[in-house]
């Protein structure tokens, strides 16, 4: 047989890379020592470094004295909030900044976010842009505050001959950008609560939802892009409606009927409405179970959203700021949206996933539109540094939400984007509760509360823990942009204290770390464990790019589990036996005298829509057990199911 000689220096180039790849691989799997050392007694503990911020930020942060904020906020609530919320137009004056009884935030008062996001700017602002859209085809959109006054004030008409009045829900189904960001104005500026589901769902439980919501009208689009590629969903979405009893207005892709459509409506002026007066509804992200309708109010929501954009992102008059969430996310409709334009900024929205079509392509954009304030998550981080070499961008902060910011990637973070801000919040929260920038950070620690903010490590039964211990992080007084409503849920408040639900440790300084859900924490012997602490360990060996941890029932008490993604893509199969091993002694390095955690390797981990690792169903997959509700799951995770 003859073999073209062409193709002899190709596979030999193949076969050399492979080997390459396998030694370098080898050389991480096997450090220095041969075989895998039995634990020392003590556990090496993790190291907390405290890291200043740079001086110039520091210098020119919003927030000059944090402590002294933080100290009246808690002292005199009212005047804290009521000087921000002032420069808020306010149709009618509020009776009461916060009524203690029933936690109401400027009651009596009437405004809408809508005039404040849009109308107030106006005419000083007419051509800032407002939003930069990058659709799913590389389409760039500059869009000013004219125009998006403009064209949310003719859709907002549009909704009225529709049937949509004051109060009844409008269901989105949009992708990121310039038409989910008119239409949820468009809602607000009429009084609308507008609804929006994510992208992605099958026809059954996109129907389940719209039977929950039992929208007045459904905006949808006929495809979405997801790397690079169309999406169709119009069948998905005409099978799901079938005898609903709803109008449907379709935003067509590639085709200019949506705008040319505003064009023949009447604008609507705003609407005032009380502060309480529902905003929106928009599902929790699923991680624990099914998920929650949290409802945001207008007032309240208002000032609490762009208070934080201002002090804790520390955006400037006239920067970009950009968020790689979703706009159908909480942190899409906060700082996405709402709070960017609420502070006359300008916010960049892009449809496709932030890696897309590649790593390089993220930290072009960002330096080519010149984006000063980034909010992302761990996830799209850790994505990031698996990918490799980074390049220079201009960001001024990269902040960080969603899931724990572990030590080694606020590091990554710090030294190839900008000075990490890992803020910690919850849907129901609608912004920010910790940090305190610009504090001088402690990597793998949220930080110290926000002004407004009384945070708190408790046992059981709301009793103060000491400082170090692990407990229920739970909050005595949050800010104002708390929810007004809650659908599908227990109420999180008991004995006074609102129960976030998560895992917390407070060091003697006030810094608060998050080590994961408290339903989440791994029982070993008379430990309590978070998973966020193992998996901030195993990120800090180099053969690890993504890790989970879970607690499974063992011999005597719980066990750990846990999933790892390797850095190298191809991992080879016959060093994962030793890897295992390698990691299993760097955990009991590290947390000390535990049973051996069991090692399973995946491709990578199955995560919610909004980016969040899904350990329970890791956990349901090990134990064969039910999964429960999956409705959160991100749409394209399949791969590596079993272990
Ligand atoms: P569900 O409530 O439906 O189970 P979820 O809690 O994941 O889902 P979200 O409101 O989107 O829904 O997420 C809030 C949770 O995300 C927090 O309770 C916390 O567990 C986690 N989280 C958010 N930010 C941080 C952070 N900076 N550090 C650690 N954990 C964070
Ligand atoms: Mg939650």
Redesign the pocket.
């Known amino acids: 047989v003859k073999v073209p000689s062409r193709r002899f220096p190709f596979a030999f180039g193949r076969l050399a890379r492979a080997l390459a790849e396998v030694a370098r691989v080898s050389a991480q799997v096997l450090p220095e020592e041969e075989a895998p050392t039995p634990p020392p007694a003590l556990p090496e503990p993790v190291r907390v470094e405290r890291i200043d911020p740079p001086e110039a930020l520091r210098r020119a942060a919003n927030l000059p004295d944090p402590r002294a904020a933080h100290r009246a906020s808690l002292e005199d609530p009212e005047a804290f909030w009521e000087g921000f919320a002032r420069g808020f137009a306010w149709e009618r004056p509020w009776k009461a900044v916060f009524r203690r009884e029933d936690r109401t935030w400027f009651a009596g008062g009437l405004t809408n976010v809508a005039l404040n996001a849009l109308d107030r700017h106006l005419p000083e602002k007419a051509q800032q842009v407002a939003l930069l859209t990058l659709d799913g085809e590389g389409r760039l959109g500059k869009w000013t505050y004219k125009e998006v006054r403009e064209l949310s004030s003719r859709l907002a008409g549009l909704f009225r001959t529709l049937g949509v009045g004051r109060g009844d829900r409008v269901a989105l189904y949009l992708p990121t950008g310039l038409e989910a960001a008119l239409a949820a104005l468009a809602c607000a500026r009429i009084g609308a609560v507008h609804a929006a589901l994510p992208l992605g769902l099958g026809p059954e439980a996109l129907r389940r939802r719209l039977e929950d919501l039992r929208p007045r009208l459904l905006v949808a689009a006929d495809a979405y892009f997801y790397r690079g590629q169309p999406v169709r969903v119009r069948e998905v979405v005409e099978a799901a409606i079938q005898g609903l009893d709803l109008k449907v207005l379709w935003h067509v892709r590639g085709s200019p009927e949506f705008l040319e459509r505003l064009y023949e409506a009447r604008p609507a002026e705003p609407e005032p409405v009380p502060a309480a007066h529902p905003l929106f509804l928009l ?10 309708g949290v409802v945001h109010g207008h007032g309240g929501y208002m000032v609490g959203v762009a208070w934080a954009l201002r002090h804790v992102f520390d955006l400037k008059p006239g920067e970009v700021f950009h968020t790689t969430a979703d706009l159908f ?2 942190v899409g409709h906060s700082f996405g949206l709402y709070a960017p334009l609420l502070l006359g900024g300008t916010s960049l929205l892009v449809e496709d996933r932030p890696d897309h079509p590649s790593p390089g392509a993220f930290y072009e954009r960002l330096a080519h539109l010149g984006v000063d304030v980034l909010l992302t998550s761990p996830a799209v981080l850790r994505t990031l540094r698996r990918h490799g070499e980074a390049r220079p961008t201009g960001l001024r902060l990269a902040a ?6 572990s030590p080694e990637i606020w590091r990554w973070t710090r030294e190839h984007l900008a000075w990490p801000v ?7 929260l609608g912004a920010p509760a ?1 940090p305190r920038p610009p504090l001088p950070a402690k990597p793998g620690h ?1 930080g110290l509360p926000l002004p407004g903010v009384e945070a708190r490590v408790v046992d059981e039964e709301g009793r103060p823990l000491p400082p170090g211990s692990k407990g229920h992080l739970v909050l005595g007084a949050t800010g104002p942009a708390h929810m007004v409503d809650l659908q599908g849920g227990r109420s999180p408040w008991r004995g006074g204290l609102y129960w ?3 895992l917390a440790e407070m060091d003697e300084e006030g810094y608060f770390r ?1 080590l ?2 408290t339903e989440e924490v791994i029982k070993v012997g008379e430990a309590r464990i978070g998973p ?1 602490e193992v998996e901030a360990v195993l990120l800090t060996h180099p053969q690890v790019a993504e890790a989970a941890a879970v607690g499974v029932p063992g011999e005597t008490g719980e066990e750990i589990a846990v999933f790892v993604v390797p850095q190298a893509r191809e991992f080879p199969e016959e060093l994962k036996p030793l890897l295992a091993e390698k990691l299993k002694a760097h955990i009991l390095r590290h947390l000390g005298p535990v049973p051996p955690p069991r090692v399973f390797f995946r491709e990578r981990l199955p995560r ?1 829509r ?1 980016g ?1 690792i899904l350990r329970r169903l890791l956990k349901a997959e090990l134990l064969g057990l039910d999964p429960g509700d999956t409705s ?1 799951l991100e749409e394209d995770y399949g791969a590596g199911k079993a272990p």
Do not use: C, F, Y
Request: charged residues 20%; without cysteine; hydrophobic residues 30%.
């Open positions: 599902p929790t992200s699923g991680s624990t179970g099914k998920p929650k996310w909480i960080s939400v969603g899931e724990v910011l890992d803020n910690w919040w919850q849907t129901e910790l949220v976030t639900g998560d998050i994961g859900r966020a919610t909004s969040k959160g």
